[in-house]
């Protein structure tokens, strides 16, 4: 039997996305690729790492690979905790945290415990596809909102939530990305946060704030620029989400959420049924790397790496796409959005890149809860060598030119 007929409703609506299906493709060792979205495994601190790891089995033996408590670590809580006030001003007030097994567990777990089928949630132009899955497969409707240079526009986001109600969608939550987004790798204002948080909170409305990238910010960035929603001073309706997955190691798999205490405890009843406990290890890796004060110098470190790949980046598009796309360079995170001429596809575009020049790239549609810009792409710079990128960027706008002729 294989099962098709019995698949719930839910089930049966779930796709795979896109960008996976294009991984398998696009993740060729013959292939110059700007696909791929995962940090550079060079920036991983693995000897680090595995001093820790060698210390806490000699000094607790099975101790470390034990089940432990659903909420996290408590130790490493109040790191976090300590952590994102001094760096980031975040005011968590009455907040609680809950220790999740990636930010990707933290979208899944807001979507159950916050949405029924139909309510509205309202996302970026374009917008983090992973957290748009989670809203889908609760049955949520996505409602686009416009953004423009400053980022999210709050007008907007006031109409749309009219919209909603008008056509019977009651509206739960904003989710946004602040802070180098993926993919648009852009940055919002201060004004605009400081806008688009009254505004949510005029419209009743919980924000989920992913900053993924926040501390990943290039030379010349002020870091005061970078200060969260969640460091406003009427924010306790923001639900912040982040992670060590980018900074240290993603396959760690340890992040965490600030948020009312309310939302959190059901998101820890539904962590229990989802997987009991974020890995004790991974927890316990991460907080003996805050406690031996190597965060600093760690994140020091992947902020160069990536601040000279962008530079590297930006000077082979100022190159290769002058008059031939339009772009902002991003000023942190891993990714850069191109804007092409209308009427080039970015998905015909990719097929023929791939097959002709071995350049991979993922193309913008998929991002777009709503009418899709299939004339965008993003390019990731992470796992590209720095020699690579503009021999990959030159094919490709060899590539774009023969499309527009
Ligand atoms: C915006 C954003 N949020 C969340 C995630 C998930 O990260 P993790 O589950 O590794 O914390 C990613 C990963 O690419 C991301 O780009």
Known sequence: MDGERLLSRNARAMRSSLIRQLTGLVNRPDVISFAAGSPNAGTFPHEQLRQIHNDLVDRERGGVFQYSVTRGNARLIAAVRDRDRRLKGVRLGSASTLVVSGSQQGLDLVARVLLDPGDAVFVETPSFIGAMASFENVGAKLFEVRCDRQGMDPAHLGARVAEARSLGHPSKLAYVIPNFQNP??????????????????????????????????????????????????????????????????????????????????????????????????????????????????????????????SKVLKAALGEHFGRLARWRVARGGLFQWLDLPEGVDALALLHASLEADKVAFIPGAPFFAGKPRSNSLRLSFSNVEDENIAAGLSRLSRRVRRALA
Not at 210 to 223: I, N, Q, R, T, W
Not at 236 to 262: D, N, Q
Request: with cysteine; aromatic share 10%; charged share 25%.
């Open 184 to 309: 648009a790798g852009s940055l919002w204002s201060r004004q605009r946060r400081r806008e688009v948080c009254a505004a949510a909170n005029q419209a009743g409305l919980l924000v989920l704030e992913d900053d993924a990238y926040g501390e990943l910010y290039f030379d010349g960035v002020d870091s005061a620029d970078l200060a969260p929603l969640k460091a406003m001073p009427d924010s306790s309706h923001v639900l912040y989400l982040s992670t060590f997955s980018k900074i240290l190691a993603p396959g760690l798999r340890v992040a965490w959420v600030h948020g009312p205490e309310p939302v959190l405890r059901r998101m820890e009843y539904c962590k229990e049924a989802a997987d009991l406990c974020t890995s004790t290890l991974g927890q316990r890796l991460v907080l003996e790397f805050l406690r031996r004060g190597w965060m600093p110098a760690q994140v020091g470190r992947v902020r160069s790496f990536y601040s000279a790949k």
